[in-house]
Nanobody, 126 residues
């Protein structure tokens, strides 16, 4: 079993930066892909960024490309999402999630993520 805990969300102004953290409580965290997802009110949950178990296989949604950076430190069981040049449309609850299978070559699609955190609210005012 793997538990995930997100932090770092808050209310900011457009153009500001935030750094979200996802901490995994479990020995398998360092062996699975992790993704950041977000859900805005009235919208479906969408993928933001994913990173493979070894730090490779990084991928971003087009909407955040060039502004967000995902990284991980397996020695601290932590995955970060650095968010720069925030826009009002980035407002959402941000979730991190962990893959159900270890040592996958590339991060899987959203439905393969088995373990989810409780989410952290990011609000960007214009």
């Amino acid at each position: 079993q793997l538990q995930l805990f997100e932090s770092g969300g808050e209310l900011v102004q457009a153009g500001d930066s935030l750094k979200l953290a996802c901490v995994g409580d479990g020995s398998t965290f360092g062996s699975v892909a992790v993704g950041w997802f977000r859900q805005a009110p009235g919208k479906d949950r969408e993928r933001v960024a994913t990173i493979g178990w070894n730090g490779g296989g990084i991928d971003y949604a087009a909407a955040v490309w060039g502004r967000f950076t995902i990284s991980r430190d397996n020695t601290k069981n932590t995955v970060h999402l650095q968010m720069n040049a925030l826009k009002p449309e980035d407002t959402a609850v941000y979730y991190c999630a962990a893959d159900s299978r270890a040592f996958r070559a590339v991060p899987p699609p959203q439905n393969a993520y088995k373990y989810w955190g409780q989410g952290t609210q990011v609000t960007v005012s214009s």
